[in-house]
């Protein structure tokens, strides 16, 4: 199963730093992962009648990178071996 590590304030919605998760693409880890952290669907998931499914879209802003390489495709195949890494919108200046 892929290895998903969470950063910031996911880590502490969450409860943990890092979950394995199914899924063989972006979007079915990040749909396991908030059907196992509900918590989560207000942080990932734009708003919308599906995000409690677990099937609305990435919130825009969300980083995630698969073995430290950035993508936006939900599409993306992840592999057991794969990391992904969640990390949230950052402020600051």
């Not at 969470?6 to 880590?11: D, E, G, H, I, K």
């Not at 499914?53 to 592999?79: F, K, L, M, R």
Request: aromatic residues 4%.
């Amino acid at each position: 199963m892929p290895t998903v590590k969470l950063f910031a304030n996911l880590r502490k919605v969450a409860g943990t730093k890092e979950v394995s998760v199914t899924g063989a693409s972006v979007g079915a880890v990040v749909s396991e992962l908030v059907k196992q952290y509900p918590a989560l669907v207000a942080n990932l998931l734009e708003h919308s009648p599906d995000a409690l499914s677990g099937n609305g879209q990435i919130c825009p802003h969300v980083i995630i990178t698969i073995n430290g390489h950035p993508t936006d495709d939900v599409n993306a195949p992840v592999t057991e071996s794969d990391v992904v890494s969640i990390f949230p919108p950052m402020a600051g200046g």
